[in-house]
């Protein structure tokens, strides 16, 4: 699996773009471990200059859990090896399930002094986006063998369906009766 890494990726682009929306918010976060001032509230700020660190041994967890089944299609994370070094990740585990006790591993991603985003494609065997009800995000290793990690940021995507065919393809509404149609509620 060769994730998309460098500055050039950016989550922004499809939400505005109306692809996929954000779905860590509908999600409740916790860590395996992190410092004091150093945890889910820094991960996820969309502050790039903050981050989660995490404090004992490898592996380091990132639990994302649901309180429905959830379409989840990319996950965004943060790094910057020239800040972090050897806090960064080398090697991230994604591993999807309903709960701590049955947790499968659908991606398993390699990192090389990453800067930027890195973009994973979560898909299932029939390469489509998974349903699930938590994602745990595993931090096997990391650049010189270091113990802690940093994070930055993450982003969890889910694609928004029924967007293949826009209104605005159709023309211009001018009438009332036809604006009336223009948007469902």
Known sequence: MNPKTGGDENPSVEER????????SNAVWSLSSCK????????????MDTYWQSDGTLPHLVNIQFQRKTTVNQIYIYTDYKLDESYTPSRISIRSG???NDLQEVEVIDLCEPTGWVVIPIRDIRDKAIRTFMIQIAVISNHQNGRDTHMRQIRIHSPIEGRNCPIENYGNFSSVQFLQ???IR
């Open 17 to 24: 773009a109306g692809v996929v929306r954000e779905v860590g």
């Open 36 to 47: 004091p001032g150093f945890g889910v509230e820094q991960l996820r700020d969309n502050c």
């Open 98 to 100: 309903t709960h701590f």
């Open 181 to 183: 149609y223009s948007t």
